[in-house]
């Protein structure tokens, strides 16, 4: 019998062989142009859909269909959206570092750009956010 930790490493494995191998090829198109047409309420609403399925699950066991059932749309939407499930995972992931960013500079613009000062509230913050936060299930 494979442990946990086994299997979450091997998956981790495979999930970075798949990262490498999509930006071999010229990289993640994450999300397609038609994504970005989508009305606002659309586009948080796969978002929560996305939220919902890599909450609980790693990226091997991830559903395209549990997604786009949650989400209301149907497969060929999107692919009209997305290659693939590793594309809207990438979505996924940038869209919460990119929150991490965004948290980064307001600290920095209160701390008035000392960067060390910025840098201890944010670390601060982080491990808050990591240990209790409403994301703390993905790190």
């Not at 990591?130 to 994301?135: F, Q, R």
């Amino acid at each position: 019998m494979i442990s946990a930790l086994a299997l979450d490493a091997r998956q981790n494995t495979h999930l970075q062989q798949l990262t490498i191998k999509s930006f071999k090829k010229g990289g993640s198109k994450m999300p397609k142009a038609t994504f970005y047409r989508l009305e606002l309420t659309k586009k948080r609403q796969l978002f929560r859909a996305l939220k919902k399925e890599f909450e609980y699950k790693s990226f091997a066991d991830a559903s395209i269909n549990e997604i786009i059932k949650t989400a209301g749309i149907a497969r060929g939407s999107f692919y009209q959206y997305f290659e693939d499930k590793l594309d809207c995972y990438l979505y996924f992931v940038e869209k919460l570092q990119k929150k991490r960013n965004q948290l980064f500079v307001k600290l920095l613009i209160q701390e008035r750009g000392d960067l060390f000062a910025g840098a201890r509230l944010f670390f601060e913050q982080s491990l808050v956010d990591v240990l209790t936060g409403p994301n703390a299930q993905y790190y």
